[in-house]
Structures are given as C-alpha cells and as structure tokens.
C-alpha cells in the first residue's frame, strides 16, 4: 500500500509533468513555426529587395550582380523570365529546384508569394516575386533555402528544450519531494497520535504549527485526546466513587442488620438500627435513580410532559417544602417571584432540577448566611435564580462543574461529598426544556445558578 507522501507526491509530479509537457510541446510549436515564418519573410524580403533593383535596371551585369550576391549567402536565386526560361542563378538548377520552377503561376502578388513551405518533407523552402517594366511582367525571381540550415537550428533547438526538460524534472522531483514530506508530516504525526487515541493512550501532544485546515485538524485532535484523557480520569474516580457510595450504605445495612437480628436487643435499640437501615436504603435508592436518569438521557428515552405553568405557586411550594431544613441548620432562606409568570414545563422533573440546586446550597453554606429563590421576567425570559452565601466555586473548576461525575468538592463525605450526578442531571433536563442554565461565584462569597426558560404568553 502506498504511503499518503507517496501519493501525494505522484499526483503532483504527474499534475505538473502534464502542465508542464503541453507547455513545453506549446512552445516549442510555437517557437519552430515563428522560425519558419522568419525564413519565408527574409526569404521574400531578400526577393522584394533584388525586383526593386531590376526594375531599375534590368539588364546582364544587374543580373550577374544578383547572382554573385546570393551565391555567397545561404540562399539561393533564380530569375526567369515571363515565359520561365532561366536568365540567372546563384548555384545551378538541380531537380528539386526544377519542380518549383515548373509550377504554374498566376496572379502572383507584387510582395511575393511563397511557393513551398514544407520544410520537413521538401529540400528548400521558396518564395517568388514578380518583376515588371513599364507594367509589363518581365519574369519571375526565385528564392531558395536550404531545409538542412532550418532542420540544423531546429535540432539545436531540441536539444536546448531537451536539456531544459531535463533540468526542470530534476528540480520538480526534488521539489514535489520536500513538499509532499512537508505536507504529509503532520498527517502522519496526526496519525500516530489516533493511532495511540485508539489503544487507550491519551497522552497525545500535537504542535500546532499552522492555522489553515490541518492545523485546525491538528487542534481538533488534541482537544479530542484532551477530553478522552479528561474523561478516562473521571470514569476512574466515577467507578472508585460509585463503589465507595454503593458499598458505605450496603455495610451499613448489612451490619445493623446483623445487630437488628439479635434477640437480647431491646425495642427502642432495634427501631434505631431499623431506622439507619432504611436511612441507607433510601440513599442507596436515590443514588440507583440518579443513575438511571443519566443512562435514559443518553439513550434519549428520557421523556418529560410539558404544561403550562404558573410559576409563583409552583416555587413557593417548592420554598415551603423545603424551608425546614435550611431552618433546621440556621440558614435563611428567602423567596421573590413576580406573580405574573407563566412557563410551558414538566413539573416533576423541573422540580427535581430545583431541590437539587437547593440541595447543594443547603450543603455547602454555613449557618448564620442567606440563600434565595428568585423568579423574574429579562428581556423574553423567565430567569429563576437561586443563590446562597456558601463556600463558592474555583475559577478554574466551573468549566467542569456541569458534567457527569464531576464534583468541585473531592471529598467522599456522608454530609456533603454528593455522587457529582445532581448538576449534570439539572443540565439535561434544562436543556431538555429547552433552557439555558448558568453559575457565576465567587470563592468565600457564594453561588448564583440562573435557569432561562421562554415564557408562555398564553
């Protein structure tokens, strides 16, 4: 199998090896043809110039004198006169000549007309011209050039196109040869770096050395492997933590189970260890739930039933459900919403979209600061906004903080260590709606999540 240089380069030699052949053939023909046309116009140039002179004088000595000219020139000259009888020439009359002399002629212009041009096939090209006295035709004067003078320039000139040929060739291949490696380098590079994309090997650096097409290939590549990487990192801590999360409360269940077994225990011991139990199962149930709407979002079978929804007494009873608890650890929690908004949702999974961002409010603010539910009309939209005062977010990690299985807070922690699940879910299900949802914070200050739903006008 051909390598791509390999290819590459073939194609291109052969693309220019055309161009350059019809060039090359164009020019040559032109070349020969402007030569041959050069001949005849000197050769009818030379025949003008001697008719001039015996349209003076025609008589023996201009002759003779015309005749010792040309006899020390490459040419050759005949004059006749009007019957075709020959009453000078510079070399003597050989048969090709003849052939020529005994055409008929009539109508022969005064500049001269050329009478055999085929310098490949016939010995001499030739023109004639007609020479008059008192406007009566006095005869005819031939010209004559010898093919082998013209084959002579044009074989110099092969060899001249050859050598050329030759040259151009040599530093085209070299050429073709530096560019194709140049070209080709970095699909290669790009190459073995899928081919480590694709035996699980992340650790793919490509320069980006260009901003054309295979620079943004190259850039596209590493962003791939960027984000495999990223992702590999945390399916490793997704599976580590999905094991301690599943493990922790089945220990639990298992060894109070063990103690609830017990016969010496008493009624009021047993209820307790009862009591963790079912604690555990129903951390154990959310946990399986979360996954299942992660693995029904991506198998699109994750369906939700709009309707059209008066936003103030939905919130509200979501604030009042759920007030207790920030009661509970001495946190405020406060609520506005305009009275006037409508939106086109599924309440139980919007629903569950807002306890989880109280959840995480809840968890990560300490007693004595203020969180909030805010609901508002911007622009075309409905924005609810729920905020706190809690312990805020890196810069750094709120490119992350949205995708599944990350979590900002790396601890395992019962109190606030969380699956990472809870925002990707809130996301999905956002987008799902057709929104938009998005966080500023500020490490130390808190936390502000804005969803941005269209409003219903109906």
Not at 40 to 55: I, M, P, Q, T, W
Not at 235 to 255: C, M, V
Not at 363 to 385: C, H, L, R
Request: proline share 2%; hydrophobic share 40%.
């Amino acid at each position: 199998m051909l390598k791509i240089s390999l290819k590459l380069g073939l194609w291109i030699f052969i693309c220019i090896l055309l161009i350059e052949s019809i060039s090359m053939i164009f020019l040559h023909s032109n070349m020969v043809h402007s030569r041959i046309d050069q001949e005849l116009d000197s050769l009818k140039a030379r025949g003008n110039s001697h008719r001039d002179v015996l349209e003076i004088s025609l008589d023996p000595a201009t002759l003779r004198h015309i005749g010792l000219m040309e006899s020390h020139t490459d040419t050759d000259v005949v004059v006749t006169n009007s019957t075709g009888r020959v009453l000078v020439t510079s070399e003597s009359v050989n048969s090709e000549m003849k052939q020529i002399l005994d055409r008929s002629l009539s109508d022969v212009p005064r500049n001269g007309l050329i009478v055999q041009s085929d310098w490949r096939k016939e010995r001499y090209i030739a023109t004639v011209t007609p020479f008059k006295t008192n406007g009566e035709n006095m005869g005819y004067l031939y010209m004559f050039k010898n093919t082998e003078d013209v084959e002579a320039f044009i074989s110099q000139l092969n060899r001249h196109f050859l050598l050329a040929s030759m040259l151009i060739l040599f530093f085209m291949s070299i050429t073709i040869f530096l560019l194709s490696k140049a070209l080709t380098r970095p699909l290669i590079i790009m190459k073995e770096a899928t081919a480590k994309l694709s035996k699980g090997d992340f650790s793919v650096s490509l320069p980006l050395r260009s901003n054309d097409e295979l620079g943004e290939l190259a850039k596209s590549i590493q962003t791939l492997a960027n984000d495999l990487y990223y992702m590999k990192q945390e399916r490793n801590e997704f599976l580590a933590s999905i094991s301690h999360e599943l493990r922790t409360p089945l220990t639990y269940i298992k060894g109070y189970a063990d103690i609830a077994k017990r016969t010496d225990l008493e009624f009021q011991e047993r209820t307790q260890y009862l009591n963790i139990i079912h604690e555990e199962s129903e951390r154990l149930n959310h946990l399986l739930e979360e996954l299942f709407d992660l693995a029904k979002m991506d198998q699109n079978t994750f369906s939700i039933a709009k309707e059209r929804v008066h936003l103030y007494p939905f919130l509200h009873s979501i604030y009042k459900k759920y007030l207790p608890a920030f009661e509970n650890k001495k946190i405020q929690l406060q609520f506005n919403c305009d009275n006037d908004l409508f939106v086109d949702l599924d309440p139980a999974r919007f629903e569950q979209v807002i306890l989880n961002l109280l959840d995480n409010a809840l968890k990560y603010s300490k007693m004595g600061t203020v969180a909030s539910i805010e609901a508002f009309k911007k622009e075309d939209n409905v924005q609810v906004a729920l905020s706190d005062q809690g312990m805020g977010i890196p810069q750094e990690e709120m490119p992350y903080i949205f995708d599944r299985l990350y979590r900002v807070e790396k601890s395992r922690s019962r109190e606030t260590g969380g699956y990472g699940l809870g925002l990707a879910i809130a996301k999905q299900v956002v987008d799902i709606h057709g929104g938009t949802i998005s966080v500023e914070s500020s490490i130390g200050q808190g936390t502000r999540f804005t969803i941005a739903l269209k409003e219903n006008y109906k």
